[in-house]
């Protein structure tokens, strides 16, 4: 099972869908406009998958490893010649 993800250039990760080779009902879709903000968004599929773990222990440390993570995307998918 793989998971994909939505990345927002303002928010980071805004939603993530776990691939199932079936679903019951409605299969599930990615938004392509971030429901906060209405930005565009990036759909991720990976290609291999990548675990990470981090365990904040402090507010101040969750707003920090979610700064992080936000930076990184925008630095990966947002920073070529503006939005994609």
Known sequence: MSKIRVICPNHGIVQTIEQDAMWVGKRPSPHYFCP?????????????????????????????????????????????????
């Open 36 to 84: 906060k903000c209405g930005a565009k968004t990036v759909v991720e599929h990976p290609r291999r998958p990548q675990y990470k773990v981090y365990v904040a222990s402090s507010k101040k440390e969750q707003d920090e490893a979610k700064q992080r993570e936000i930076d990184y995307y925008k630095k990966k998918y947002f920073s070529q010649g503006g939005e994609r």
